[in-house]
């Protein structure tokens, strides 16, 4: 496995090596053109929510909203803001497997930065990258060349030394213990994007449509990923907005069904809610998730949101820890964004867009192309009007 | 006026040495009712969830408060005699959950039955070699507390293996080494993790026929995997103890009550081909439970347990433990596993910084 594994990245380096002179706004049509494609990829839909464990009309919905991160003219802009100095000749992706389609962005990046691309699957989802790869070889055959796509069980350290250690950046995606063994193993050039989550703010009396994009915010996902909100600040009438939520997580519900939960799952989730109900916490439970008053919040999953009455807006900030949000959701309040960011927020964007970010989302707090040119920058934050 | 308490203690002996049955639906309604009026935190739950005395008719109507919240809210009945704290728990000793119990002798009077039940139901009297640190350094120890009360009933002397740097195991090996010359029974117990430790440490020992030991704690603290079959096997191949006289314990710092392996027993009463499970005393039940609807799955299926002890009368009675597993047999429940960060994320981050206003 290592040696073809070597042999495809040699490849993939001639091949980039032959496009030094491609432009950045043919490789950024290539990429765009290539995501229409992924997104109706029949692969996908068939064996993707088996795989992901998700519902297949989740992953109908989660297909379109990963391949309209690459829009080409968003991928030029991105490219002339944040390419800065000698692009990486290899750059590596390692894969978290909560959350399908994370190849596609990792691709994209590397492909615009103009670097050949090692993208090692996550467990749950080997199928989005080899789709996205067959994509872009339908539209681009020669920027295709420039990417290999793998899997390996993690933890494997023989492959990971001989496969990353050829990388000039390593991007590692997943539970922050994973993420830190790769570190220490292969030092300052990996990017880690560990464990985080996200929350929203709103005004109790926020409007329909408001508490609608929530629940899909919720829903979406699975609440898997550090851009799913787990918890809402509602200044205001947080009990009211509650019961709202709950109705809107049902109506979600019905479009996107929750897929069968293990038994483990269950668990995690019962323990949870039994021991908010026991210190008193309002719990209001559906079959479209579950809604949570007065009690400190944990990730759950299951579609559970934990609902917190804040006084005022300003306060957001110091009701959680550094470094652990990375996205928060506002509508109807005024929030400080440089406050936020000093928090370690890195995306501030309105309810009901949580779960479709832009390509240039400064993961972490990191410039999303700069960071495979490792261009040090200060800790940053996307606002999205 | 005889307590609650002290009626509970003379029919957990009866009922341990034959005497009388227990009805154990009317002990726990009792139960209820007592903890009910006495202990305010669980008193607010049950009243949250519309359970009080008067509508409750059956055992399993009787609420069950989860592990996690004996970490944020003291539950007892009365002024504590002792406090019990988990241990190994992440997140300082605040996070660590406490079992206050207001009459240790309901504790020994249930304790001490059991473990002679399943660990001794041959009569066996033997030296006690515990891998334990002694009272007087884990003073909050249930398990310790209830190995010293062993070493007094049913020990023909105790040693304690375990110190303020942990488990010495060059002395336990010498002693068992000493041990091994003379060709005496002894009987070992402490954590699974002990014994894989002095496993590991490579000695190999016949310890004379009758040699038993009782191991708790599962994969807990274990610094490698280690599989009940493996553990069994090294038990022979390191200690000369056969499989039958491997029996593990299953407790829980909450509960004042433990489950054991059965087959010790089984065999002893002629039951060798019966499942290997873990079995209780009559005063301790477990349900199995779905975890959406906490209703009892049917036999066999995989739930959270649930656990209802009324030797707990103190505290309270029924614990949703963070434990999955099934039933075997119409006695026995199998452990499957703890209950995982099941959720598969890649964010999950805890945040534990987060409060209600």
């Known amino acids: 496995m290592i040696a073809g594994l070597q042999r495809e990245i040699d490849a993939a380096l001639a091949a980039r090596a032959r496009l030094r002179r491609r432009s950045v706004r043919e490789t950024a049509a290539a990429l765009a053109a290539a995501s229409t494609r992924w997104r109706t990829d029949p692969e996908l839909s068939s064996k993707l929510p088996e795989a992901a464990h998700l519902g297949p009309e989740m992953v109908r919905a989660i297909l379109p909203i990963v391949a309209s991160q690459l829009d080409a003219a968003c991928l030029c802009e991105l490219h002339a803001r944040e ?15 909560n959350v399908p389609g994370l190849a596609v962005p990792a691709i994209a990046l590397s492909c615009l930065a103009g670097a050949a691309t090692v993208v090692k699957s996550g467990r749950a989802d080997r199928l989005s990258a080899p789709a996205f790869h067959r994509a872009l070889a339908a539209v681009d055959p020669d920027l295709a060349a420039t990417v290999v796509t793998a899997y390996w069980p993690g933890g494997s350290t023989e ?37 985080r989550t996200s929350i929203a703010v709103a005004p109790g009396d926020a409007e329909h449509a408001v508490v609608a994009g929530l629940a899909s915010d919720v829903a979406l996902y699975e609440q898997r990923g550090c851009l799913s909100p787990h918890a809402v600040f509602v200044v205001g009438d947080a009990a009211g907005f509650a019961e709202r939520l709950r109705t809107a997580l049902d109506d979600v519900a019905r479009a996107l069904p929750p897929p069968l939960a293990t038994t483990a799952e269950r668990a995690v ?6 021991e908010a109900r026991f210190g008193g916490a309002t719990v209001l439970e559906s079959t479209g998730g579950t809604v949570i008053v007065g009690a400190a919040g944990t990730e759950v999953g299951r579609r559970t949101v934990f609902v917190h009455p804040l006084r005022a807006p300003g306060e957001l900030a110091t009701r959680f820890a550094p470094a652990t949000v990375e996205c928060v959701g506002v509508a109807g309040v005024v929030v400080d964004a440089d406050v936020l960011r000093r928090q370690g927020v890195a995306r501030l964007c309105p309810i009901g867009a949580m779960q479709r970010p832009r390509i240039d989302w400064p993961r972490g707090q990191r410039p999303a192309l700069g960071s495979l040119f490792r261009v040090p920058s200060e800790p940053r934050i996307q606002v999205e009007a | 006026m005889v307590s609650l308490e002290v009626e509970l203690v003379a029919a957990l002996r009866a009922c341990a040495a034959n005497e009388s049955a227990l009805d154990f639906e009317a002990w726990a309604l009792r139960i209820f009712r007592h903890q009910f009026e006495r202990n305010l ?4 739950y049950c009243e949250r969830r519309g359970v009080t005395p ?3 008719v059956a055992w399993t109507d009787v609420p069950a408060v989860p592990t996690r919240a004996f970490r944020n809210a003291d539950l007892a009945c009365g002024p504590a005699e002792i406090v019990f704290r988990t241990s190994g728990t992440t997140g300082g000793p605040e996070a660590r959950g406490r079992h206050l119990v207001p009459h240790l002798d309901l504790y020994r009077a249930c304790a001490l039955p059991a473990f002679e039940r399943f660990v001794l139901p041959d009569g066996a009297r033997l030296p006690c070699l515990f891998l334990l ?34 488990l010495d195991v060059e002395r336990l090996s010498r002693r068992l080494g000493a041990l091994e010359g003379t060709g005496d029974a002894v009987l070992l117990a402490g954590p699974t993790a002990g014994f894989v430790r002095l496993f590991d440490a490579g000695h190999a020992y016949r310890l004379g026929p009758g040699s038993r030991l009782m191991d708790t704690g599962g994969q807990k603290g274990l610094t490698r995997p280690v599989s009940r079959a493996g553990f069994l096997r090294a038990c022979w191949t390191h200690l000369g103890i056969p499989t039958y006289y491997c029996v593990n314990e299953y407790g829980m710092t909450e509960l004042c009550s433990q489950r054991y392996d059965s087959m010790l027993r089984d065999r002893f009463d002629g039951r060798s081909l019966d499942p290997r499970r873990l079995v209780a005393p009559p005063w301790l039940r477990t349900r199995v439970l779905d975890p959406d609807t906490l209703a009892s799955v049917p036999a066999g299926e995989m739930g959270l347990l649930c656990h209802h002890d009324l030797a707990n009368a103190g505290s309270v009675s029924v614990v949703l433990s963070e434990d999955l597993g099934r039933s075997v047999g119409d006695d026995g429940i199998e452990i499957v596993g703890r209950v995982p960060g099941a959720v598969p994320r890649g964010c999950g981050l805890l945040l534990a910084d987060l409060a209600p206003s």
């Open chain 2, 133 to 166: 640190p002694p009272p007087s350094l884990r003073p909050d120890s249930s398990l310790v507390h209830m190995c010293a009360w062993v070493g007094e009933a049913f020990g023909t002397g105790v040693e304690w293996f375990a110190g303020p740097a942990g």
């Open chain 2, 54 to 56: 008067a509508t409750a």
């Open chain 2, 41 to 44: 935190p669980y008193r607010a």
């Open chain 1, 83 to 97: 390419a800065s100095g000698t692009p990486p000749a290899l750059v590596a992706h390692v894969l978290a497997s």
């Open chain 1, 159 to 195: 492959v990971e030394d001989a496969i990353l250690g050829r990388a000039d950046v390593v991007v590692a995606s997943g539970a922050d213990a994973s993420v830190a063994i790769l570190a220490r193993r292969l030092g300052a050039r990996v990017v880690a994007q560990g464990a």
């Open chain 1, 269 to 274: 989730h019962r323990l949870a809610v039994e």
